[in-house]
């Protein structure tokens, strides 16, 4: 009965460590979320346009991709600084009537793969782990930097995705599966690591706006082509091709886009605006609780399109002791060999290590089970081990008689 | 072997039965065999699932050990402390200031007076809160007051670096100091240059006042040394000797000393490559090339040298066709020239055809600046930037931070040789590509923050910045190098903190050893960068923050912390619970039965042996 109530007692005491703890860890977090400067500038847009679907059936998913693509090139945004991922190859596909040509529309006025594509990540290549590395910056060393995704923090990123998707999830290639916290969480470290200022989502699948339910990270504005429970449909079907060439939401966005050129100011509350549920027939939703802004301020190219800051040269900068160029001595300059591998391999390190480990049971046992647990190891340790069961064996059955 | 042991008992329960049958005992009258034995119970069965289930159990650690997950410990309260720490206190560099009056009568200049009155001046221009990379608070400043009777110092400088009064031929060698500027920077350079030779206690600004006939002249030389020429009154000197210390030699010539991110140009492995790109706009119309090994390294190199502390500079350049702007240009007859003005400049790279970034040399963390030399098409020739205010700009050139710089450079002789038919490759002469390059170098120095023009406007007057050959004078490089291990530092900061609450945050995720030690050499780094900041050695404090944020950026971006790839606990359970938990309860059922059986036997020969002794 006493030490009942004595555990009773210590319970609230418990309970209240605890929730100092959060208290100091929520403190420290949002210190941390509002240290990060709003002063920096915009200096560049980068894009990452991802189509997630394979197969030929899936031919609007890999059209609404690049008719992205080519709106924000039109728009301004170099090669340079467009991601584009396409799980798979519509143009050359075997079924296409019309080789190395992709339509949005039945129209076919416009051949989306016509002139200066870069696709950067192509069909197997488009996987769940690729994205995330793509969206943390966490590639191995010899990617190169075509690949990567090279933004700072004065940079405006634009991430568009498409394809198969349901609540909570974004379906990868048929076989995977991203997850709503997946993307958060990818997004929160790029956030710590500020690689962008500002980040817009847009996502056109199914059930799109529960793929961004997690975020939490500020500077983030999500839209998404339809709520939970409803399904994004696709515009209209091509009789000639033979497949839907284009989903709804994406229709109306180029019909916006296609209005503008890169001197315009047309702003994000206005197309937000434009798109009309009954036209769409699901209601894409919109996510501005993350975003300081207001919509009405902020122009579409300002992510869609390109921005340079730009200063004058005011004067060239001269010394008085002016080199001769003529006949200055020329130092030949050997080219260094470029390092194959840019990881810095800690190499001497190993020295150190021998240096400094002490003869304590705990290294001797951690030497034994790590020299123990390598793949070219474990063979011996089998083989050890079975050789001292023999004599295990025997000294039982001698004890036994 | 149960058997053989059992039948002991079973022979002597067997001849109990018998002995009753045939006739009861004597010797045993109250023997019940089925609560009394005779025998003493054996051990061996109970040793024998007692091992079974030991061996077990002592295996549990082993298996346990060769499923956890390996992650190499890092020290997080190390890296929290060292993120605190950069936080609160920003870092701050000493700095030794020298005010020394030349010609003046030291009865009207009092070098206490001047001294007090310096300093009150700079505490009033220097801002409330100490940026961070800027002087601290206990800087030091001495006057030296040198006539030509006699000299007073204020306090003892380091005995190299004091001034040597009294040689009387160095006053006429200083009345010279009004002709020519560059003799007058390197005649000071030979008088003061041993201030710079220890860096300890940080380094030495200096500044000269000399008294002469006419108006007053201020020029920042080429190393730390300043001089100002003239009649100049006591007050005016002060104020502006306090505004050169403060704004040129801490600031380095910027309205405030705050560091702008898109002024650090470095990439996070500490590497730059500047990428040098010549434009033919048309090659229909001309082509030229240009000799860049020859004119660009001789003129480029000086440049990568006195970057050295701050970064790893590397260069490459490239000759490129058929690349148009993609804004537009108009005739205008009162310039006549085709006239772009600072609004199409955002849109003047075009992106499409111009494809600068196809360097192999660069690894995915440097960071690459673009300079473009265009040579416009006959139909847009000659081309010229049109300022806001009308005028014509002289360099025709801009700039876009993080970017790189862009200059349009006109052929001479706007005429396209249609009569040819084979295309003539035109070289760019050295004289014009000097000039093209002393553009670029201004661009280079606005990338970095400074600015490219050779005056600094202040409130008290108007200053001659000398220019240098290395492109960045000393005193600029000191303030690069404290603005960069400042940032550098910050970086690296928030960097670690960010791994450390990631990797605390996901506790199944195998950490690799290297990320371990990258971690640690990051912070030694930064200690170092640190102490060497307080000594007051700039350039090593630049190369060792370099160090810590390259390092803290390798860790972090490990391609190994990929939060989808870890073990969850789920997935162990189930993996090795069907080998291991079937057996484990059969070995346990078998022990508890055994320890019951031996502890019944036990308590059955114990109550025989009562009973005997009862009996007996």
């Known amino acids: 009965m006493r030490f009942l109530i004595f555990s009773l007692l210590r319970l609230p005491i418990g309970v209240l460590m605890l929730l100092l703890l959060c208290l100091g860890n929520i403190g420290n977090s949002v210190a941390h979320l509002s240290s990060s400067s709003e002063s920096t500038l915009h200096t560049n847009n980068w894009a990452v346009l991802v189509c997630t679907s394979r197969f030929w059936f899936n031919y609007r998913h890999m059209a609404n991709t690049l008719s992205l693509y080519r709106t924000v090139k039109r728009l301004g945004i170099p090669d340079e600084r467009i991601i584009l991922m396409l799980a798979d190859d519509m143009a050359c596909n075997a079924r296409n009537k019309y080789p190395a040509q992709v339509f949005n529309n039945e129209n076919h006025k416009l051949n989306l793969y016509g002139d200066n594509v870069e696709v950067d990540y192509r069909g197997y290549e488009v996987t769940v782990e690729n994205f995330l590395r793509v969206l943390t910056g966490r590639h191995e060393a010899a990617v190169p930097r075509s690949k990567r995704l090279l933004s700072d923090e004065g940079s405006h990123v634009l991430l568009y995705m498409t394809g198969h998707g349901g609540d909570e999830f974004l379906k990868f290639q048929d076989s995977e599966e991203l997850q709503s916290h997946d993307l958060a969480d990818a997004v929160k470290q790029m956030k710590e690591k500020r690689r962008f200022k500002e980040l817009l989502i847009m996502v056109d699948t199914c059930q799109a706006s529960t793929l961004f339910s997690q975020l939490h990270s500020p500077g983030v504005l999500a839209m998404g082509s339809s709520m939970k429970g409803e399904n994004s449909y696709s515009h209209h079907l091509d009789p000639d091709v033979g497949v839907s060439v284009v989903d709804r939401f994406t229709y109306y966005t180029l019909a916006f886009f296609e209005k503008l050129n890169m001197y315009d100011n047309a702003s994000l509350s206005s197309l937000f605006n434009s798109f009309n549920p009954n036209l769409l027939m699901s209601t894409a939703y919109h996510r501005m609780d993350l975003y300081q802004r207001s919509l009405e301020e902020v122009p579409v190219t300002n992510f869609f399109g390109s921005v340079m800051e730009t200063l004058h040269t005011d004067s060239a900068y001269s010394s008085h002791r002016s080199i001769d160029v003529g006949e200055a001595k020329i130092k030949i300059c050997t080219d260094q060999p470029i390092s194959g591998s840019d990881r810095r391999i800690l190499r001497n390190m190993n020295n150190k290590d021998q240096e400094n480990s002490r003869h304590s049971f705990g290294q001797l046992w951690n030497s034994i089970l790590s020299k123990s647990t390598t793949p070219e190891n474990v063979d011996a340790f089998v083989c050890h081990s079975l050789l001292l069961m023999l004599p295990l064996l025997v000294v039982s059955t001698w004890l036994s008689r | ?616």
């Not at chain 2, 079974?52 to 190390?78: C, D, H, N, Q, T």
């Not at chain 2, 009865?107 to 961070?132: P, T, V």
């Not at chain 2, 310039?335 to 600072?342: K, N």
């Open chain 2, 1 to 616: 072997m149960a058997e053989i042991s059992e039948s002991p008992l079973q022979t002597s329960e067997e001849k109990s039965p018998v002995t009753q049958m045939s006739e009861p005992h004597e010797s045993d009258p109250d023997f019940d065999p089925k609560t009394m034995r005779k025998a003493k119970p054996g051990l061996k069965r109970l040793i024998l699932s007692l091992s079974v289930l030991f061996s077990f159990i002592l295996g549990f650690p082993i298996l346990w050990k060769s499923i956890e997950i390996y992650r190499a410990p890092l020290p997080f309260r190390s890296i929290e402390s060292f993120s605190a720490q950069i936080e609160s206190n920003p870092l701050l560099f000493p700095c030794q200031f020298q005010a020394i009056f030349v010609g003046f009568d030291s009865k009207s200049f009092g070098a206490d007076e001047l001294e007090s009155a310096i300093e009150k001046r700079m505490l009033e221009l220097s801002s409330k809160s100490s940026q961070c990379g800027t002087c601290n608070d206990n800087y030091t400043v001495s006057v030296v007051v040198d006539s030509r009777s006699h000299c007073v110092e204020t306090k003892n400088m380091k005995p190299s670096c004091s001034w040597k009064c009294g040689p009387i031929n160095k006053f006429d060698s200083i009345g010279k100091l009004k002709d020519n500027d560059e003799e007058a920077d390197e005649l000071l350079q030979s008088m003061l240059g041993s201030c710079y030779d220890s860096g300890y206690g940080g380094k030495v600004y200096s500044v000269v006042v000399v008294n002469g006939d006419e108006e007053v002249r201020a020029v920042v030389g080429k190393y730390r040394h300043a001089w100002i020429t003239g009649t100049i009154s006591e007050e005016e000197a002060v104020s502006r000797i306090a505004e050169i210390f403060v704004k040129v030699f801490v600031n380095g010539g910027k309205e405030e000393g705050s560091i702008q991110g898109e002024f650090m140009p470095v990439g996070a492995d500490g590497k730059i490559v500047l990428s040098f790109s010549l434009l033919n706009a048309d090659p229909r119309d001309w082509v030229y090339d240009w000799n860049f090994h020859e004119v660009g390294e001789v003129l480029v190199h000086p440049v990568i040298e006195a970057l050295q502390p701050i970064a790893n500079v590397t260069v490459e350049s490239q000759v490129l066709y058929y690349t148009p702007k993609s804004s537009l240009s108009f005739w205008d007859d009162r310039h006549g020239s085709h006239i772009f003005s600072t609004k199409d400049l955002p849109f003047f790279v075009n992106s499409n055809e111009w494809h600068l970034d196809t360097s192999a040399a660069a690894g995915g963390r440097s960071k690459i600046l673009q300079f473009v030399v265009y040579i416009p098409s006959a139909k847009e020739c000659p081309l010229q930037l049109i300022l806001p205010n009308g005028e014509r700009s002289e360099t025709n050139g801009f700039i876009s931070p993080m970017w790189g710089g862009v200059v349009v450079w006109n052929p001479k002789s706007c005429v396209k040789n249609s009569d040819t038919k084979d295309i003539v490759r035109n070289m760019i002469s050295p004289q014009d590509l000097q000039k093209v390059f002393e553009v670029v170098l201004g661009q280079l120095r606005q990338l970095f923050g400074l600015k490219s023009t050779n005056l600094y406007v202040g409130l008290s007057g108007t200053s001659i910045l000398l220019g240098s050959e290395r492109g960045f004078t000393e005193w600029e490089l000191d303030v690069l190098s404290r603005h960069h291990t400042c940032f550098n530092l910050q970086t690296c900061a928030t960097t670690l903190g960010s791994l450390s609450r990631l990797v605390q945050s996901l506790p199944r995720m195998i950490i690799k050893d290297e990320i371990g030690k990258q971690v640690k050499f990051s912070l030694e780094a930064a200690k170092l960068a640190q102490s060497n900041a307080s000594v007051g050695i700039y350039d090593a404090s630049a190369v060792s923050s370099r160090q810590s944020r390259s390092l803290a950026e390798d860790a972090f971006f490990h391609p190994s912390i990929m939060s989808i790839s870890y073990y969850s606990f789920e997935h162990c359970f189930a993996v090795y619970s069907p080998f291991f938990l079937p057996v484990l309860m059969h070995v346990i059922l078998a022990a508890l039965r055994e320890w019951k059986r031996y502890k019944q036997e036990n308590w059955k020969y114990l109550a025989w042996k009562t009973k005997a002794k009862i009996t007996s």
